[in-house]
């Protein structure tokens, strides 16, 4: 086995960890790990990646012949979710969504309805986060993208009546569980397989 000097060394895994974030749409652990060094080293050892194709070809390369299927059981290449992970870091998807969010509530009258549809769980819990009001202040356990942080410096009193009121909460849900497709939706759009649904209106309150 080739000894890499230390300087490559420590490159390597600063790299391979900036990928990690950026691929940690990945299910599985073990996945993230093997394809965030495998691009690294392909960079470093023997040429950068120039095209979708060289990799989604090392992608498969690194996986091996380990088969991957979706909800429907219908096959799915193994750099599928690669290709998401990298997709949703240049969009800049996630902060996105949060914008989205706040300005929706700016907009909309008291009692107005904002319904939202996620398709991984990344996005989901940024929905949900703003739907109970938790954790605004904290990034979402993703591909380390900051989301913007809440007011938290113009901070007012609430007397006890407003605290009970609930008039802290910017959203009130309207469904006690997320809105999932059925079987037979998806079997009729395959594409809705990921969906999930949650509707709340807003709540009386300034803009957070």
């Not at 008039?167 to 079997?187: D, Q």
Request: glycine share 4%; hydrophobic share 35%.
């Amino acid at each position: 086995m080739k000894i890499l000097p230390l300087q490559l060394k420590y490159s390597l895994i600063l790299m391979s960890s900036r990928y990690i974030k950026c691929l940690n749409i990945m299910a599985k652990k073990r996945e993230l790990d093997l394809i965030a060094r495998g691009i690294v080293e392909s960079r470093i050892l023997f040429k950068s990646l120039k095209t979708t194709k060289e990799l989604a070809q090392l992608v498969e390369s690194l996986l091996g012949n380990e088969a991957h299927f979706d909800k429907l059981r219908r096959y799915s290449h193994p750099a599928t979710k690669t290709f998401q992970a990298l997709r949703i870091l240049v969009n800049d998807e996630l902060n996105q969504l949060d914008y989205g969010i706040r300005v929706a509530h700016y907009y909309l009258q008291p009692s107005g309805i904002l319904a939202a549809i996620s398709f991984h769980s990344l996005e989901d819990t940024i929905l949900k986060r703003h739907i109970t009001g938790h954790g605004l202040d904290k990034n979402p356990d993703s591909i380390g993208q900051a989301i913007w942080k809440s007011s938290l410096n113009h901070m007012k009193t609430y007397s006890q009546s407003e605290l009970s009121e609930g008039i802290l909460k910017p959203w009130n849900s309207h469904l006690k569980h997320v809105l999932v497709p059925s079987p037979e939706e998806m079997e009729d759009n395959p594409r809705s397989r990921s969906a999930k649904m949650r509707v709340a209106s807003k709540i009386s309150c300034q803009p957070y």
